[in-house]
Antibody
């Protein structure tokens, strides 16, 4: 059984960066994409991108290009999502998720518990 | 980007009622459509994948159908524990996109 455990809540100033971690246990880490989805307060779900650890490069939503970096550490089975130039609209719960039926991370079976990132001056 | 139009945005029904939610894609997405349930303060949970496949362990009162641009999600007999928000999600094209959600409440 795959488990994804994320890092704790963060409060950040506008213009700064945040790095959220997602540690996986169980299953095969390297060959399955880790997908990142965010949810602003009271809003819907928004796909940010994904990374396949064995490949190592992220595939990002156009909206976040230039501001987001996704990485993965195959030694510690941990994925990271770093978002820079934070603004108040980035206040959201950030989730990592992983597939079971597909290695591409399109059918999201396993989810982390979510990390609340608050951007406030 | 493919737009996913989900309706209704909210509904209120009685325990035992049949509940239906629709999701329309802005272009043909074949069968590449998933449905998730999200309870307050929790991560989404996959219920249906590839339009009509029931995820392991999910009660059989949940079902999905459709292909192309029009999809339906059904709860055959609403239970109190089904109170949640439901989202559709397409994965035919990058970026993955979600419907706006349907909040289901008990009347």
């Amino acid at each position: 059984q795959v488990q994804l455990v994320q890092s704790g809540a963060e409060v950040k100033k506008p213009g700064s960066s945040v790095k959220v971690s997602c540690k996986a246990s169980g299953g095969t880490f390297s060959s399955h994409a880790i997908t990142w989805v965010r949810q602003a307060p009271g809003q819907g779900l928004e796909w940010m991108g994904r990374i396949i650890p064995v490949i190592g490069t992220g595939n990002y939503a156009q909206k976040f290009q230039g501001r987001v970096t996704m990485t993965a550490d195959k030694i510690t089975n941990t994925a990271y999502m770093e978002l820079s130039s934070l603004r108040s609209e980035d206040t959201a719960v950030y989730y990592c998720a992983r597939g079971l039926y597909d290695s591409s991370g399109f059918i999201l079976v396993y989810w982390g518990q979510g990390t609340l990132v608050t951007v406030s001056s | 980007d493919i737009q996913m139009t989900q309706s209704p945005s909210s509904l209120s029904a009685s325990v035992g009622d049949r509940v239906t939610i629709t999701c329309q894609a802005s272009q043909d997405i074949s069968k590449y459509l998933n449905w998730y349930q999200q309870k307050p303060g929790k991560a989404p949970k996959l219920l249906i994948y590839d339009a009509s496949n029931l995820e392991t362990g999910v009660p059989s009162r949940f079902s999905g159908s459709g292909s192309g641009t029009d999809f339906t999600f059904t709860i055959s007999s609403l239970q109190s524990e089904d109170i949640a928000t439901y989202f559709c999600q397409q994965y035919d094209n990058n970026p993955l996109t979600f419907g706006g959600g349907t909040k289901v409440e008990i009347k």
